[in-house]
């Protein structure tokens, strides 16, 4: 944590400038911004259930496509059914 304490006659302007300064040198801010979208890895389990999720997805697809009946409305049924 930064801390900056305002010197005898100091303006407020100046005392800002030297905060801000201790602030770049720290590299706190880039640090900041390096973790800013930064994603959590995602477990072995959730993984795996998202893999089992879209294998049954495509057989689904692709029976519907041999029938020929695939279409958005139906891939979105498809979904809808498999995620409960």
Do not use: H
């Not at 294998?55 to 697809?61: A, C, I």
Request: without cysteine.
């Amino acid at each position: 944590m930064i801390e900056v304490k305002k010197k005898d006659r100091e303006s407020s302007e100046s005392l800002i400038r030297r905060f801000s300064r201790r602030v770049q040198q720290s590299g706190v801010l880039m640090q900041a911004r390096r973790g800013r979208f930064r994603k959590d890895e995602k477990s072995k389990r959730e993984v795996r259930e998202g893999a089992m999720y879209k294998e049954k997805v495509r057989k689904v697809v692709n029976k519907l496509k041999k029938m020929g009946k695939f279409d958005d409305q139906s891939f979105k049924n498809v979904k809808k059914k498999l995620i409960r």
